[in-house]
């Protein structure tokens, strides 16, 4: 099946710092990622729609300056936690998506704990 | 615009015992719906999906869900439940494709009590 691997799977930092996140689709081409967002015992809220070789969609209320998005190829996208501070402390999925209108559901990454101290 | 409920947010059970967790959904056109399970500290893991077709869909882990249509709902079963079920289940709606994002449920917390 589909695999996405993401990775850190867990970071901590310090207040200030920028951290990188990476979600890989191992086999197969994703023209579609997704970054979400999990707060403790709470549903997963989308941040973001990534495509590739285009700029991100941000859903509303989500700071694209603070979270930067690049999907460079059809198998990588990133999430940049810029000047991260401890209210950005969460759990933080992506998937990925053929981006095609076929009957294939979007695949999960095993998420990034991110701890800001 | 979509929605998802899930209107159980705990549910426990003994192992061996059936399982039905509930979803209603709201979608303006013929939906896709998944139901997948999370793991403390992990990500999602597809459970199953309904696109068209037969309405009870079988899943993996001897899971199953039925699509009912007039009763917007899309509710996840299994008739014997094991320990290792415990975990966090999500329904989630979307349009067509798996490019296209999802509107998840808030969740359903499942203790097996042994």
């Known amino acids: 099946g589909a695999v996405v691997s993401q990775h850190p799977s867990w970071v901590i930092c310090k207040s200030g710092t920028s951290v990188k996140i990476e979600c890989r689709s191992l086999d197969f081409q994703a023209t579609t990622m997704f970054w979400y967002r999990q707060f403790p015992k709470q549903s997963l809220m989308l941040m973001a729609t990534s495509n590739e070789g285009s700029k991100a969609t941000y859903e509303q209320g989500v700071e694209k300056d603070k979270f930067l998005i690049n999907h460079a190829s059809l198998t990588l996208s990133t999430l940049t936690v810029t000047s991260a501070h401890p209210e950005d402390s969460s759990f933080y999925i992506c998937s990925a998506g053929t981006g095609d209108n076929s009957n294939q559901p979007q695949h999960f990454g095993d998420g990034t704990r991110l701890s800001i101290l | 615009a979509q929605s998802v409920t899930q209107p159980d947010i705990h549910i426990t059970v003994s192992e061996g015992a059936s399982l039905e967790l509930r979803c209603n959904y709201s979608y303006g056109a013929t939906p896709y719906l998944f139901w997948y399970v999370q793991s403390p500290g992990q990500g999602l893991q597809l459970l199953l999906k309904?696109?068209?077709?037969?309405?009870l869909v079988q899943g993996i882990k001897g899971f199953e869900a039925e699509f009912k249509r007039s009763q917007s709902s899309f509710n996840l079963r299994k008739p014997s439940v094991h320990w290792s079920d415990a975990a966090e289940y999500f329904c989630a709606v979307g349009p067509t494709g798996g490019g296209n994002k999802l509107t998840f449920g808030t969740g359903t917390q499942l203790k097996v009590e042994l």
């Open positions: 309904y696109f068209s077709g037969d309405t």
